[in-house]
């Protein structure tokens, strides 16, 4: 007897969507021109940007005026047209 899976399988990989982290983009040489309690002003490649904290997963600059390394979700950067 055949029992059909496919429901199963259409769950497991769902599943597996929720359990990898978001693709990330580095971006190098971003200023940090400005932050506020909740977002952080950066300059990159000659424009502004304004990035919630919430979506920086790793930035190289801790003061203002600095320039860095900072990584966020490619989804963002996109979304922003960073890339």
């Known amino acids: 007897m055949f029992h059909d899976r496919s429901h199963d399988l ?5 599943d597996l969507d929720h359990d990898f982290p978001p693709e990330e983009v580095r971006l190098d040489d971003v200023e940090l021109v400005h ?5 952080i002003l950066v300059r990159y490649e000659g424009e ?7 979506q920086v997963l790793d930035f190289g600059v801790m003061e203002p005026g600095q ?3 900072l990584v966020i ?7 922003k047209e960073m890339i």
């Open 48 to 54: 502004d940007y304004w990035i919630p904290k919430s």
């Open 35 to 39: 932050e506020t309690e909740k977002a």
């Open 67 to 69: 320039t860095g390394y």
């Open 10 to 14: 259409d769950n497991f990989h769902h």
């Open 73 to 79: 979700p490619e989804w963002l950067a996109e979304d």
